[in-house]
């Protein structure tokens, strides 16, 4: 089994700065892009940014230059650096690996989500 833990979420002003983590774990043969979602009440799920096994990095308009997504591989671990926060910020964001249990076949895996609220 894989698992992927985040944390770092919380409540924070506008304004101000969160640094959310991800870190996989157990059966893992190599991880591919690893990513962070967000959604939002009555929202859907919306791609925050990704970034390659080689570090390639995308982002949503709506964070470019505020947020930066990082990755240690050596910990199988994600990071997404928020700064300059606004309310439209607020959601639940959720961790995405596309993982290899072995030479043959990747999986998608999430983890459970950790709730980031923006507000004064």
């Known amino acids: 089994q894989v698992q992927l833990v985040e944390s770092g979420g919380g409540l924070v002003q506008p304004g101000g700065s969160l640094r959310l983590s991800c870190a996989a774990s157990g059966s893992i043969f190599s991880i591919n892009t690893m990513g962070w979602y967000r959604q939002a009440p009555g929202k859907e799920r919306e791609l925050v940014a990704t970034?390659?096994?080689?570090?390639?990095?995308n982002y949503a308009d709506s964070v470019k230059g505020r947020f930066t997504i990082s990755r240690d591989n050596a910990k199988n671990t994600v990071y997404l650096q928020m700064n300059s926060l606004k309310p439209e910020d607020t959601a639940v964001y959720y961790c995405h690996g596309n993982i290899a249990r072995n030479l043959w076949t990747t999986y998608d895996y999430w983890g459970q989500g950790t709730q980031v609220t923006v507000s004064s």
């Open positions: 970034i390659t096994s080689g570090g390639s990095t």
